[in-house]
C-alpha cells in the first residue's frame, strides 16, 4: 500500500497553542500536499511542497519536506477553535497526478 | 475558483437499487478526474481516476462493473454503484485538477453519503 502515516491520530490543544502533525511516506514523490477536511464534507487543499523545496509557508501554516527521511510535518501557529478538522498528507508520485492519502490527524482546538 | 459540485450530498436507498453520484467542474475544464471512498474516521481511499473521452484506470480490488464511471465531458464525471448493498454504505468523495497535469492540487467536492438499507 502506498498510503503513508500520520501522527498524532488525534491532538487536542488550548486555543492559541501550536499544533504540529507529522507525515511519512513510502514512495518517491512528486510532491506532497496537505489538505484539511471538516466533519462530513469534502477536503480542502492547504499546501502543495514540491520534491525539491525543503519548507514553505501560507499564513499560519508552515510546511516542512525533508525527502531523506521520507517525511514532512505541518504547523499550525496560534491555533484558533476554527482550526478543529481532520488534517490529511497525501502524496504525488512521479508519473502520476493522483494522490495517496495519510491516516490522518484529527485536530481539536478548544477554545 | 476551481469550484466542484457533487451530487447528491445524501442517498438513502433499498438493496439492490442502482445509484448514480454526479461531480461537475463549476468554473474550471477538468481532464482528469478522481473517486474515492472513505470510511468514517479513515482516510481517504483512491478508487479510480477518470479521464474525459477515455476509460477509467481502476485501482487494485475496486470492482470496474460495480463502479461505473463515465467522464462523458470535461465538466462532467459520473460514478454509479451498481445493485447497491449495505456494504458499499460510505462517503464517496470526488476532486479534479485544473488542467490534468502534475504539480497541482486537487479540488474536492463535497463529498455524497450513501446509506444502503
Known amino acids: 500500500s502506498q498510503q503513508g502515516e500520520e501522527d498524532p491520530q488525534a491532538l487536542s490543544i488550548q486555543e492559541g497553542e501550536n499544533a504540529t502533525m507529522n507525515c511519512s511516506y513510502k514512495?518517491?514523490?512528486?510532491?506532497l500536499q496537505w489538505y484539511r477536511q471538516n466533519s462530513g464534507r469534502g477536503l480542502v487543499h492547504l499546501i502543495l511542497?514540491?520534491?525539491?523545496?525543503r519548507e514553505k509557508h501560507s499564513g499560519r501554516l508552515r510546511v516542512t519536506l525533508d525527502t531523506s527521511k521520507k517525511s514532512s510535518s505541518l504547523l499550525i501557529t496560534a491555533s484558533r477553535a476554527a482550526d478543529t478538522a481532520s488534517y490529511f498528507c497525501?502524496?504525488?508520485?512521479?508519473?502520476?497526478?493522483?494522490?495517496?492519502f495519510g491516516t490522518g490527524t484529527r485536530l481539536t482546538v478548544i477554545p | 475558483g476551481a469550484v466542484v459540485s457533487q451530487h447528491p450530498s445524501w442517498v438513502i436507498c433499498k438493496s439492490g437499487t442502482s445509484v448514480k453520484i454526479e461531480c461537475r467542474s463549476l468554473?474550471?475544464?477538468?481532464?482528469?478526474m478522481f473517486w474515492y471512498r472513505q470510511f468514517p474516521k479513515q482516510s481517504l481511499m483512491l478508487m479510480a481516476t477518470?479521464?474525459?473521452?477515455?476509460?477509467?484506470?481502476?485501482e487494485q480490488g475496486v470492482e470496474k462493473d460495480k463502479f461505473l464511471i463515465n467522464h462523458a465531458s470535461l465538466t462532467l464525471s459520473t460514478l454509479t454503484v451498481t445493485s447497491a448493498h449495505p456494504e458499499d454504505s460510505s462517503f464517496y468523495i470526488c476532486?479534479?485538477?485544473?488542467?490534468?497535469?502534475?504539480?497541482?492540487?486537487?479540488?474536492f467536492g463535497d463529498g455524497t453519503r450513501l446509506s444502503i438499507l
Open positions: 476532486s479534479a485538477v485544473v488542467g490534468g497535469s502534475g504539480n497541482q492540487p486537487q479540488h
Open positions: 514512495t518517491s514523490i512528486n510532491n
Open positions: 511542497i514540491r520534491s525539491n523545496e
Open positions: 497525501a502524496t504525488e508520485t512521479k508519473g502520476a497526478n493522483n494522490l495517496f
Open positions: 468554473d474550471f475544464q477538468a481532464t482528469t
Open positions: 477518470s479521464n474525459e473521452g477515455s476509460k477509467a484506470t481502476y
